[in-house]
């Protein structure tokens, strides 16, 4: 997708470095970071620097290329494959990303281990573009479908960023939203700011604006009253972790629109590629829940007058601040899963029907 007119992807290597969009500067500042080693790719998940789930898979995948670029032993490749699964705890990406690198590198002791990291991680990054474009197609259907009913602008709230920022291209909530563009369907997307990071302004936002897609940032709390009001026409988002029972783990938050589009006949729409699918855990309870630092609350960064991005306190010094990342929809909730091999139901019967 584009910036400033330039088309990029989230992530790629060149000259043994891997290139990363910092997004902790977004949308003040556009900087290329370079990773060398694979503890700079743990600290760019951990501090998200990238971040989104299909793309700290990508990451830690390329993290494993520079893990046996700075010490090609197979015991430092194994610390640095825990290490990665443990930089964050919920998009099952990571480890889904890992485990597959794991499986070709294991055990190789040859100098041809680069050429096979390289080939599979640029495979990881490849095969999700491709995820995310099928997921774009297979979204366009519903969108059209709502447009044809009724042949005015379709109006999409979404959560936290699912956009082409979260994966390495297209993404995969807006995947379906680029596409009814680029088909002259008539879209505005209600762009949740979701606290405390602000993805859907920061990154959801800015990635639309720069595709020219009308867009407008509506506090967290905004999307019930709009719902009542009749001002959206249909739900998508994104997800870290989708259970084999359909059951949707995602940004904090989406529990709470889902609720409000289930009181007001709203289409819920939740978009994801197969690998973030967890066919093991059975019960939501078990997916960890990162709780990150209560800082992300407590303090905003923001431009000041000079233009430089500052951080300041926005909470009394001494109260208590608490900052789940995550929550998870219960698959009742959710209209449809909409995939790359095509749309199905949220319960087990449905993705087996896709994913045999
Ligand atoms: O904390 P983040 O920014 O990594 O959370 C991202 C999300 O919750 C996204 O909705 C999710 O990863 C879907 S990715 C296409």
């Known amino acids: 997708m584009r910036i400033k007119g330039k088309e990029y992807r989230t992530i790629w ?26 503890g700079d790719a743990i600290n760019a998940i951990k501090v998200m620097e990238v971040r989104g789930a ?29 290490n990665l699964i443990n930089s964050r705890p919920t998009a099952i990406n990571l480890k889904w990303a890992v485990d597959r690198m794991m499986k070709k590198l294991s055990g190789v002791n040859s100098d041809k ?39 005015d602008t379709v109006n999409i709230l979404t959560h936290c960023n699912a956009g082409w920022l979260a994966t390495i291209n297209w993404g995969t909530a807006t995947s ?7 088909k002259g369907i008539p ?24 595709e020219g897609i009308n867009n407008t940032i509506i506090a967290d709390n905004t999307g019930g009253i709009l719902m009542q009001r009749g001002e959206v026409d249909m739900c998508i988002v994104g997800t870290d ?23 007001n006949n709203i289409p819920f729409y939740v978009a994801l590629p197969s690998s973030t699918i967890d066919w093991n855990i059975k ?10 630092n209560s800082e992300e609350l407590s303090h905003m960064e923001g431009l000041d007058e000079e233009g430089n991005i500052k951080k300041v306190q926005i909470y009394p010094e001494k109260s208590n601040a608490m ?32 994913f045999k």
């Open 13 to 38: 290597f060149e000259n043994n470095i891997v290139k990363i969009i910092d997004q902790t500067k977004l949308p003040h500042k556009f900087i290329i970071k370079d990773l060398k080693k694979v």
């Open 54 to 82: 299909p793309l700290i898979g990508a990451t830690a995948a390329y993290g494993l290329v520079l893990s046996i670029l700075e010490n090609n032993d197979q015991s430092f490749l194994k610390k640095s494959a825990e």
């Open 113 to 151: 281990i680069l050429d096979i990291a390289l080939i599979e991680a640029k495979e990881i990054c490849q095969e999700d573009i491709n995820f995310c474009e099928n997921i774009g197609l297979n979204g366009l259907k519903i969108i059209e479908e709502i447009y044809n009913k009724k042949k």
């Open 176 to 182: 379906p939203i680029y596409h009814a563009h680029k």
């Open 187 to 210: 879209v505005h997307v209600w762009a949740d700011e979701t606290r405390p990071r602000n993805q859907g302004a920061n990154l959801t936002s800015y990635e639309l604006n720069e």
């Open 241 to 263: 972790r989708t259970l084999a029972n359909g059951d949707v783990c995602n940004k904090v938050g989406t529990y709470l629109k889902a609720l409000a589009a289930h009181d």
């Open 283 to 292: 019960n939501h309870k078990d997916i960890p829940i990162e709780e990150r």
């Open 323 to 354: 900052n789940l990342a995550f929550d998870v929809t219960p698959a009742k909730y959710v209209t449809g899963l909409i995939t790359e091999k095509g749309l199905c139901e949220a319960s087990s019967v449905g993705l087996r029907k896709l």
